[in-house]
């Protein structure tokens, strides 16, 4: 069965794609079983699932991708099988869009100071209702004449290092943990966002933790510890060196290891559906963490 359990829809603020295009996105990529992982929201769950119903050959998890963190350590926990009717998951948008809103002047300010001074009533423009992400301030810059000659820019417009993915490579560059413009927000701690998901029903798997944990691979078996079920092992951000470490970790523990794109459309235009590093290696330990999370 191939699998995408990672995926943005518009509802994230940094997503592009409706759930009809993604549900088409599926079909066209031979994808059989996926997941909506919106950041800190479900509302795109209800659509999916009555499409993946209509759609032949299309079975859904409901999913959503939490913010928090841990020891100091930003990171998302995905979590599957949520209730997603559950009033807490729209408290949480609630809660963390403002926080966000509240660092937007901030995140304006330490820009500034970088040289590139952004005005937020154009941010805001763009943002169209919702809230600005990281990559939309790099979006904006780049469409703005006044910014064509701005050297810190340069290596995102075409023909720059950076250039590949300008909008999230800019996110990684500025607005990252402990890059200039990055301003802490004040998320759930892991163990709350684990408590919130086992709490409505779900199973939490760490999303991409060799990204949030670069280096220091081996703190991931604390999170195992501490209450989540699995790791998500295949996805664009691992080496095989990192999917070797977190599948055996997965095996070693019996934990779920699962499978996803982080699929966002314009923001990633270098990762497709159904894309990840080659999962044959381990292809029966996947099928049977797939199998427990289809219901």
Not at 136 to 155: D, I, S, T, Y
Not at 184 to 200: G, K, N, Q, T, W
Not at 262 to 280: A, E, N, R, V
Request: glycine residues 8%.
């Amino acid at each position: 069965m191939k699998a995408d359990l990672h995926i943005h829809s518009h509802f994230s603020n940094d997503g592009e794609k409706s759930i009809s295009e993604i549900v088409q996105l599926c079909r066209e990529s031979q994808v059989e079983l996926f997941s909506i992982t919106d950041h800190n929201c479900v509302r795109g769950n209800q659509e999916a699932a009555r499409l993946a119903a209509d759609t032949e050959g299309l079975l859904f998890v409901p999913g959503i991708e939490i913010d928090c963190h841990y020891r100091g350590t930003d990171l998302h926990l995905l979590g599957f099988n949520i209730d997603w009717t559950a009033s807490d998951f729209t408290e949480l948008e609630k809660a963390v869009d403002q926080k966000y809103m509240d660092a937007i002047p901030d995140m304006i300010d330490k820009l500034a100071s970088e040289g590139m001074p952004i005005d937020q009533e154009e941010l805001m423009a763009k943002s169209s209702g919702k809230v600005p992400s990281a990559e939309l301030f790099a979006e904006v810059m780049l469409a703005n004449p006044a910014f064509q000659n701005n050297g810190k820019l340069r290596p995102y417009m075409p023909g720059g290092q950076r250039s590949d993915m300008p909008l999230v490579n800019f996110y990684l560059d500025y607005f990252a943990q402990g890059k200039p413009a990055y301003v802490p927000i004040e998320h759930l701690s892991f163990s709350d966002a684990i408590a919130l998901v086992r709490e409505h029903g779900g199973v939490p798997v760490i999303a991409h933790p060799g990204l949030n944990f670069k280096g220091r691979e081996q703190e991931v078996e604390e999170l195992l510890d501490l209450g989540a079920a699995g790791l998500e092992v295949f996805n664009n951000y691992h080496d095989q060196k990192q999917v070797a470490y977190f599948a055996g970790l997965t095996r070693q523990r019996k934990s779920i290891m699962t499978c996803g794109s982080d699929f966002h459309g314009k923001i990633k235009p270098l990762i497709s559906m159904g894309q990840y590093l080659p999962t044959q290696d381990y292809k029966t330990e996947l099928s049977n963490s797939l199998r427990q999370l289809v219901r």
